[in-house]
């Protein structure tokens, strides 16, 4: 999950925060960026103490995540975790988060829209390739920085580092509803494993934070492990995506569109019911793909998928992750270092991992049925759960219901299980009960569902926090 990143920084500044400063070195600038890629991080948006001055020096490892795909045929999309070092002070400290959501989410809601509107006019070959393209630029540039010392020009690095957010949020999300849309041709066992990856993502960026937390003492060496990481995983979907024209399998569900289209692999998806609404004669040759027939045979999926996301980013990471043990006072590397990364993130995204995975062989309730969208609501139960775990700090609500540290693994578990299940179902379904003509244009509007869901639970998760 894309908004679990900040969160999970807390326990790279409580790392770093506990590390000797250089010898010789006084402490306000002991860290100076002489070790560059510095993202500028405001003191109240990673819960810095409120007494540090606007100008103090704060070092933090900042987390971005960002979503690479090899073709749908070959492997499943891949997240990869990559860390920015910190160093200096934000221009205007209490406004950087602002800064960052309103760049990361105006860049991806207008490449969706730009996106739609360009699936008949450019080819998705040359979305693909130029977004994947634009992507490995920005962070080998990034990349470069990491040994750059960027200490004298503050805030145009600053600047530099907003819109690079921007276009790697916006080339990310094209890449992303292009490739989903490019998969409603192919049978829905490829969709299945192209929405797997991204549980797989988050699985390896979990992994790979317990090892930084556990085996990582220089933060300038990390930093720069993640990003040669992502810059050979950007490299890799280039050349694998070149080689997919070349694949019989792939050339065959790539042809030009035919009226029958295939919904489960083998069979024919089922026949719309007199009255149904459907695409006007020749609407897949206009150069804008008519968006009023995928909304309406979209609707209830669309919902489900909108309702999903939100239920789960209003829980994770902004009520799972200040959920502590209940044994924190004996200070065991378990209750304090360890608990939030293992009860959190590597579990949450190892169960949505396996929900995914299990509509590889059990698609149930179907695409038509009110059985699922009853299953996404049942999900509202989860918000009670968790916030009557022991969440700290409490302020409205003192009362903490469930006394053991079970009970967060547990409701994790179903949130992720769920979460993974569910959701993998409805987008599976999108793109399958439309025109084959219409499958690309209807994956990039379920990517959007998906994202209104994550942009509404983030929203309104400040003020679930509020309540507690």
């Known amino acids: 999950m894309e908004a679990a990143d900040g969160v999970s920084l807390r326990y790279e500044m409580e790392r770093l925060s506990s590390a000797p400063e250089p010898h010789g070195l006084p402490a306000s600038s002991a860290r100076r960026p002489s070790q560059g890629a510095q993202l500028l991080l405001s003191r109240r948006f990673w819960g810095l103490p409120q007494s540090l001055a606007p100008g103090s020096v704060i070092p933090v490892s900042a987390s971005v995540r960002v979503a690479l795909s090899p073709p749908p045929s070959a492997c499943p999309l891949l997240l990869l975790r990559t860390q920015v070092l ?20 105006v860049s991806s809601v207008l490449c969706l829209m730009a996106n739609f509107l360009l699936v008949n006019r450019v080819p998705i070959r040359v979305r693909v390739l130029a977004s994947l393209t634009v992507m490995l630029t920005i962070f080998l540039v990034m990349t470069v920085l990491v040994k750059v010392d960027t200490s004298s020009w503050t805030y145009g690095f600053f600047a530099v580092t907003i819109v690079c957010m921007a276009v790697l949020s916006g080339t990310s999300t094209i890449f992303n509803s292009s490739v989903f849309g490019m998969t409603g041709s ?12 991204g549980a797989m993502g988050g699985t390896i960026s979990a992994v790979a934070l317990l090892v930084d937390l556990a085996a990582s003492n220089d933060v300038t060496d990390s930093a720069l492990a993640f990003f040669l990481t992502a810059d ?4 890799l979907c280039v050349g694998l995506y070149l080689l997919l024209p070349r694949l019989e399998y792939a050339r065959f569900y790539l042809r030009p569109a035919w009226p029958a289209h295939v919904f489960s692999g083998e069979k024919q998806p089922p026949q719309d019911p007199p009255g149904a609404p459907s695409a006007a004669p020749g609407a897949h040759d206009s150069s804008i793909p008519p968006l009023r027939p995928i909304l309406e045979r979209t609707a209830g999926l669309g ?11 209003l829980i994770f990471p902004a009520i799972s992750t200040n959920i502590e043990s209940l044994d924190k006072g004996s200070g065991s590397l378990w209750s304090t270092k360890f608990f939030v990364p293992l009860t959190t993130f590597l ?15 059990i698609q149930v309730p179907g695409p038509r049925s009110k059985v699922l969208p009853g299953l996404v609501l049942l999900r509202t139960c989860l918000l009670p759960l968790f916030m009557f775990c022991n969440y700290q700090p409490r302020v409205r609500l003192h009362t903490v ?3 053991s540290d079970l009970y967060p693994v547990l409701f994790t578990s179903v949130l992720g299980l769920s979460n993974g299940y569910l959701s993998t179902l409805a987008l599976m ?14 994956g990039v509007v379920m990517s959007f569902y998906l994202c209104l869901g994550l942009v509404l639970g983030s929203a309104c ?8």
């Not at 050979?232 to 490299?235: A, D, N, R, T």
């Not at 999108?430 to 244009?441: D, Q, T």
């Open 232 to 235: 050979v995983f950007l490299g």
């Open 429 to 442: 379904y999108g793109p399958k009960i439309v025109p084959r003509e219409l499958a690309e244009a209807t």
């Open 461 to 468: 998760s400040a003020l679930l926090v509020h309540l507690i």
């Open 401 to 403: 219901v469930f006394q």
């Open 303 to 313: 919902f489900c998928v909108v309702y999903l996301f939100f239920i789960t980013s």
């Open 347 to 361: 579990l949450f995204n190892f169960a949505d991992l396996c929900g995914r995975q299990v509509t590889a062989w």
């Open 86 to 105: 910190a160093f200096g002070a934000h221009p205007d400290p209490n406004y950087f988060e602002s800064y960052l959501t309103v760049a990361s989410t």
């Open 186 to 197: 192919f049978p829905m066992r490829n969709s299945q494993a192209l929405i797997s990856g």
